[in-house]
């Protein structure tokens, strides 16, 4: 495993607050973390939210968004060429794993984001307590620490 | 816990993991770096990346603690590494006699840096560093005041990504780096003794401490002065009365991006 995804303690804690939210009918939030390189590194600096009215009905247990902040997030990574981090939260006990289908639909997402600004986008899986994240590279998904800056630094994804 | 650690197990269940798994950096090797290099080893600090571009001068005896006369002529940062791997000869260290803005992808490795550096302009270009790269900076630094008696003054200073930074704290303002460029050449000899500089250290490695365990539960920036003549440390008046810090946004850390207009 080689470079971290570095965020500040207040960041995750924007972001959890917010994926906490319930949601009318969606059963998960999305939102998407911007991030400047920083050597190996992966700095996260600007969290955005998919907002209320942009999520849709389905059937089955999972959320499903549209269109619209995903070509939101197309244009700005375009014309900023930040890195993007899909981020979403596992809000229930066990190993923090991706499910079946966050590793069949997500990476065609960074596939494509990909294909706009070629950089290490990825994932960013938020459980209780902990977090884990992925870079897109050559086609997978790759592993990578993640580092809270807190009081203490989180390294490996605690928090 | 390990059994040499016992006695630090109030520092949590995990410390022990959560020290060894630190990326300290040390730049600056000489009385106050040769403190900390010693302090972090015991405290179990394993992963270590040093730099200093200096030889060890007869001169430098009074203070580098982790020295002997036989050392004169090697360089401090190899000095260093010997000295942890004295101590723990699994320990990653990587050591660079050189400039620190010469190596920035090793002190990138980092999660935590010791400034232990003479003069504002060096401090300023380190915490830029640390707040591009989203690393925490620990300052050291003690100096004498020439007068009648001498005083001997000094700071310790934490300088936490999304905290306030050293202008924040009033310790780095463009007037001493002015100050400092006129008198570019002309600083001669800067007095150092050791003690200060162990004090300064102590208080430093506990705030490293903190970082990786988060034990006292303590948090946000600090900013400990250091009275010599009096034997006093005392936080800085400014903690806990400064504004968000406006001079570092984190939009504008990472590298460079170049994107059209």
Redesign the interface.
């Known amino acids: 495993m080689h470079g971290s995804l ?6 995750v804690e924007t972001i959890r607050k917010d994926l906490a939210r319930p949601h009318e009918f969606s059963l998960e939030r999305v939102g998407f973390l911007y ?7 992966i ?1 996260g ?2 969290y955005v939210p998919v907002p209320d009215d942009e999520y849709e009905r389905t059937d089955d247990p999972v959320c499903i968004i549209s269109a619209k902040p995903i070509r939101a997030v197309m244009e700005r990574v375009y ?4 890195i993007v981090f899909h981020v979403h939260c596992h809000d229930f006990p066990g190993e923090l794993e991706l499910s079946g289908f966050d590793r069949r639909e997500i990476p065609k997402l960074l596939a494509s984001l990909s294909s706009v600004v070629k950089k290490p986008h990825g994932i960013l899986l938020f459980g209780p307590g902990s977090a884990r994240a992925w870079r897109w590279e050559d086609e997978r998904l790759v592993p990578i620490d993640v ?1 809270t ?5 989180s ?2 994804g605690g928090r | 816990m390990s059994d040499r650690n016992s006695r630090q197990s109030f520092l949590g269940a995990h410390s022990d993991a ?1 020290i060894k ?2 990326v300290v950096g040390i730049v600056g090797l000489s009385g106050g770096g040769s403190h900390i290099v010693q302090q972090l080893r015991h405290v179990g600090f394993r992963r270590f990346r040093l730099f200093d571009p200096e030889l060890l001068e007869d001169s430098n005896l009074n203070r580098v603690v982790i020295a002997t006369p036989g050392d004169v002529g090697q360089a401090k940062a190899e000095i260093a590494k010997a000295a942890i791997l004295a101590f723990d000869p699994d320990a990653e260290v990587k050591a660079i006699q050189g400039r620190w803005q010469d190596s ?2 090793l002190l ?1 490795e980092c ?2 840096i010791f400034g232990c550096l003479d003069g504002f302009s060096e401090r300023d270009q380190l915490e830029v560093f640390c707040r ?3 690393i ?1 900076l620990i300052d050291v630094g003690m100096d004498v005041h020439p007068g009648a008696p001498p005083r001997i003054t000094g700071q310790a200073i934490l300088s ?3 905290h306030q930074c050293m202008r924040c704290m009033g310790f780095l303002n463009d007037n001493v780096l002015a100050k400092e460029a006129a008198q570019y050449g002309a600083a001669g000899i800067n007095p150092q003794v050791v003690w200060p500089n162990g004090i300064l250290a102590s208080t430093a490695v506990g705030i490293a401490v ?5 034990w006292s ?4 920036p600090v900013y400990m002065t250091y009275d010599g003549n009096r034997r006093l440390v005392a936080p800085h008046y400014c903690i806990g009365k400064m504004h968000p810090c406006t001079h570092f946004p ?2 504008e ?3 460079p ?3 059209a207009l």
């Open positions: 570095k965020t500040l303690e207040a960041t991030c400047r390189p920083s050597g190996e590194n700095i600096i600007d014309r900023t060429k930040e580092v800056l807190g009081f203490p630094i390294k490996g | 959560q798994a630190l920035p992808e990138r999660d935590v591009r790269n989203l925490a936490m990504p999304g903190e970082l990786a365990t988060g539960q303590e948090r946000g984190l939009r850390a990472g590298d991006i170049f994107a």
